[in-house]
C-alpha cells in the first residue's frame, strides 16, 4: 500500500464510552476511517503505521443523524455527515499506546 493511502485511510481514533470499554474488555481500537476504505486497507494501514499485529477488522457505516433546520417551516429536517468507523483487534501481545507514538513510517 502506498504511503499517501496509509495516511488518508485512517483519519483518528474514536473516542467514546464504548470504544475505552472495547478497549479495555476486547483488545479493540476504534477509528473513523475513509468512507471508500475496506478490511484489508485498513489492517495494512494499521499495521504499517503502529507496528502492531492486528487479528481482525470490523467495519461499519455510521448514518447521520437528522436535525432540525433552523429559520424553516416546521417538519424540515437536515442530516449530519455519515461516517465509517472500524474496529481492530489486536493481537494478544500488541498494544497502541496513543500517548507516546513514535511513528513506524
Not at 483518528?12 to 471508500?36: C, L, Y
Amino acid at each position: 500500500m502506498k504511503q499517501e493511502r496509509m495516511m488518508t485511510v485512517l483519519r483518528f481514533p474514536h473516542m467514546s464510552e464504548k470504544s475505552t470499554w472495547v478497549a479495555n474488555e476486547h483488545r479493540q481500537i476504534v477509528f473513523r476511517v475513509a468512507g471508500d476504505a475496506n478490511k484489508p486497507e485498513v489492517k495494512k494501514a494499521v499495521e504499517g503505521m503502529f507496528g502492531v499485529e492486528v487479528k481482525k477488522v470490523c467495519i461499519l457505516n455510521v448514518k447521520g443523524k437528522r436535525k432540525p433546520l433552523k429559520g424553516v417551516k416546521r417538519g424540515r429536517f437536515g442530516y449530519r455527515a455519515k461516517w465509517k468507523k472500524a474496529y481492530v483487534t489486536l493481537a494478544p501481545e500488541n498494544d497502541i499506546d496513543f500517548l507516546n507514538i513514535t511513528s513506524a513510517v
